[in-house]
């Protein structure tokens, strides 16, 4: 009798196959992953190389310095660190760093990669931009109010709209992604809230911190966003 031996023993051909890390199929009554599933997949993750991080650098600070040049020449200056930065230039910038180091991270790699950098890239971009939003927003909404427009009022609802953007960017990030709610959520991290610094620099000088208003923490931005790319880039 002529047959392979998958068609006598179908289940075979998938001893070399793991779950996704999230799949409900894997999940117990809770609805959490395993940690046995969970263990299993990181063992399978695919392993960030030197050659991911230097692909990701290189796209994220040449998407970050093309846009820099041209608001230098739009500012009318000739030194970067003098730049000013307003809504305008947060998300211009932010979104040219992230496209720059998601791009050329994806340069040569597969399509479930490249999937999870454009997920992870549009993280870090939301997560740089809805806070901002929030932001600008609460402060003139403060300003025209009669028992907001002090120092007190604009402190607390900058620090709500921090708070709330950033966690905010996080769900709409895992709305957009896995709108089935498949795979495990994109958690907030420390170092994705290193993005908003200079909005959370802004209640310490409204509290007229020490020396707070010559830090110049804006200064930083660039770098900032250059790494959010960087990370986004070099995601597996």
């Not at 000739?78 to 720059?100: C, H, R, W």
């Not at 709108?179 to 420390?190: I, M």
């Not at 409204?206 to 923490?217: G, I, N, R, T, V």
């Not at 660039?222 to 986004?232: E, L, M, S, T, V």
Request: aromatic share 8%.
């Amino acid at each position: 009798m002529n047959y392979s031996i998958n068609s006598r023993y179908p289940s075979l051909e998938r001893l070399d196959s793991y779950p996704e890390y999230g799949d409900r199929r894997f999940k117990n009554q809770q609805n959490v992953v395993t940690p046995l599933v969970a263990n299993r997949h990181r063992a399978y993750e695919r392993k960030i190389t030197n050659t991911d991080k230097l692909k990701a650098g290189i796209g994220a600070i040449a998407g970050t310095v093309i846009p820099m040049i041209f608001m230098m020449k739009k500012q009318k200056i000739k030194n970067p660190m003098k730049l000013e930065y307003g809504l305008k230039e947060i998300i211009l910038l932010s979104g040219a760093s992230v496209t720059g180091g998601v791009c050329a991270g994806m340069i040569g790699e597969n399509k479930k990669t490249n999937e999870n950098k454009i997920k992870e890239g549009l993280f870090q971009f939301l997560n740089a931009s809805i806070p901002t939003w929030l932001v600008a927003g609460v402060l003139k909404l403060c300003e025209s109010s009669k028992n907001f427009n002090n120092i007190p009022g604009k402190i607390l609802s900058i620090a709500g709209a921090l708070i709330v953007g950033m966690y905010g960017a996080a769900s709409v990030s895992n709305l957009i992604c896995d709108p089935h709610d498949k795979q495990p959520d994109r958690k907030l991290t420390l170092k994705d809230c290193l993005i908003n610094i200079d909005d959370a620099l802004g209640v310490l000088v409204l509290a007229k911190f020490p020396c707070a208003d010559k830090l110049h923490f804006e200064r930083l931005l660039p770098f900032i966003f250059a790494y959010c790319g960087y990370r986004a880039g070099k995601s597996n």
